[in-house]
């Protein structure tokens, strides 16, 4: 646990670093361009963000449980390649041969720069699951802080200097042919591309991330086709204002992600001797997204007025319910119920989940329509996605064969909401302090932070005190 503990806080502190660097982007972006030129934006990045999902079809993620399954074994990553390479050129043919119909459904045409941006971004992008599968989480601290600086270097220059929506994408493009060239050479130098492929390992590799890829796909459809609707029922404005209603979303999947990515090889290495002792592991990974992620919940949530107009000016105040709403789903998503699956190959559970939960977020999406303008989309995905994690945990109990108590390690967690509640009144003296508004959420915000951390890094909670006592050496370390 110790080492998962080191490799945990690395990731957390590098995907943190990476979500600053992101989060600064659209925060110059919304005051150099118009709200319907940042509507336009993020257009083009909802295509290209559902396109890529279904095209990577999770073969790069794969390398997480066939590198910690088969330990080590490079020639996955080859595969990965491979596979990946083919399926760049499957999706630039089907965006030439659909590019009349693409254009129709959008405001603009961006179809070519899409072609050549999701070719760079697909090939040789598998670095970060290797480097965090083979346990050398150092190199994905430079690799995506230099990547994601890169890339807001190049969006925010392109956006001040050419005022142009069309070259901010060429400056995406850059970026990716620049990310292309640095991975391919190193994949040359580590002997990573030998052109000696195992077809028996590639179809082994095809038959795992298959219902993983198509239930990925469904999930991040059912994630952005709230925003298809808001394009083609309200315009590019309000997809503007939902986009930054919905931007905290990050804050949990730092967490999550960084923790997941982590322990899920450990997970799989542990269900060959024991189902039990790989989910006792999954539970501890559990309790750590609460006591990272509810603090910050409660501070999102109180402030979040504060929070748009500060960070995305008076032009976004409209976005604030979207928000709120989207806050939930930090709440919800510490309770995660899908690696128990995964880990022992259950994955075609992932393609129903998904697709009955796409199901009901479109039914939601046109009964909500007439009621509550944008903001019906966002509580439609909060219950649609929330029905993915319900049937999962049901999965869980019924495969394990455990109780529904069983299933957390509740006394914790409760014991952990306790700590948020007694800490909120720090929250509330603020509205007692009369200060600048900028200065008020920063102050009593950090109080919170301070008073929550020094509680619970007392608290006799084992994961908690063993990962925080990591990652503080960490700071100390890169500081």
Request: net charge positive.
């Amino acid at each position: 646990m110790s080492s998962l503990a080191k490799h945990t806080s690395i990731l957390i502190i590098c995907r943190f670093l990476n979500y600053v660097i992101l989060f600064v982007t659209p925060v110059f972006l919304v005051r150099m361009l118009s709200v319907a030129e940042y509507g336009k934006y993020r257009e083009f990045i909802l295509y290209s963000g559902i396109i890529a999902n279904l095209a990577s079809f999770s073969v790069n993620r794969s390398l997480l449980y066939f590198l910690g399954k088969y330990k080590n074994n490079s020639t996955f990553v080859e595969n990965s390649i491979l596979i990946n390479f083919i399926i760049s050129i499957i999706v630039v043919l089907a965006l030439v041969v659909f590019k009349g119909l693409i254009e129709y459904n959008s405001t603009y045409d961006f179809v070519y720069p899409l072609c050549v941006y999701l070719f760079f971004l697909l090939n040789f992008d598998f670095c970060e699951s290797y480097w965090i599968a083979t346990q050398k989480t150092n190199y994905v601290l430079y690799y995506i802080a230099a990547r994601s600086s890169l890339r807001s270097v190049a969006l925010i220059g392109a956006a001040f200097c050419l005022k142009n929506i069309m070259y901010m994408i060429y400056a995406l493009v850059l970026v990716e042919f620049l990310k292309f060239i640095f991975v391919a050479i190193y994949s040359y130098r580590k002997k990573l591309i030998k052109f000696k492929f195992n077809f028996g390992n590639i179809k082994e590799q095809i038959v795992y991330t298959f219902p993983m890829g198509v239930s990925n796909f469904i999930f991040y459809t059912n994630k952005e086709i709230s925003k298809f609707f808001i394009i083609y029922t309200l315009g590019v404005e309000y997809l503007a204002l939902y986009a930054v209603g919905s931007y905290q979303i990050p804050v949990i999947n730092i967490v999550r992600s960084s923790i997941a990515d982590i322990v899920f090889p450990e997970i799989c290495s542990r269900m060959n001797s024991s189902k039990h002792n790989g989910l006792d592991l999954w539970k501890k990974t559990n309790v750590l997204y609460c006591a990272i992620v509810f603090p910050f919940f409660v501070v999102f949530y109180y402030f979040s007025e504060d929070f748009i107009r500060i960070f995305f000016t008076d032009k976004y105040i409209d976005s604030v319910p979207v928000f709120r709403i989207y806050m939930f789903l930090m709440v919800k998503e510490c309770f995660e119920t899908g690696i128990p699956l995964r880990s022992i190959g259950k994955n075609k559970f992932y393609v129903f989940a998904n697709f009955f939960a796409l199901i009901i977020n479109i039914f939601l999406i046109f009964m909500l329509k007439d009621y509550m303008r944008f903001y019906g989309p966002a509580i439609a995905y909060i219950v649609s996605d929330t029905f993915i994690y319900l049937f999962f945990g049901l999965k869980i109990l019924s495969v394990y064969q455990i109780k529904l108590y069983e299933i957390f390690y509740w006394k914790k967690i409760f014991k952990l909401s306790i700590v948020n509640i007694m800490v909120f009144p720090v929250l509330l003296v603020g509205e007692f302090v009369e200060i600048n508004y900028i200065a008020k959420p920063i102050i009593f915000s950090s109080l919170f932070f301070i008073i929550y951390f020094a509680v619970i890094s007392r608290s006799n909670i084992e994961e908690v005190c063993l990962v925080f006592n990591k990652l503080y050496s960490k700071i100390k370390f890169y500081s």
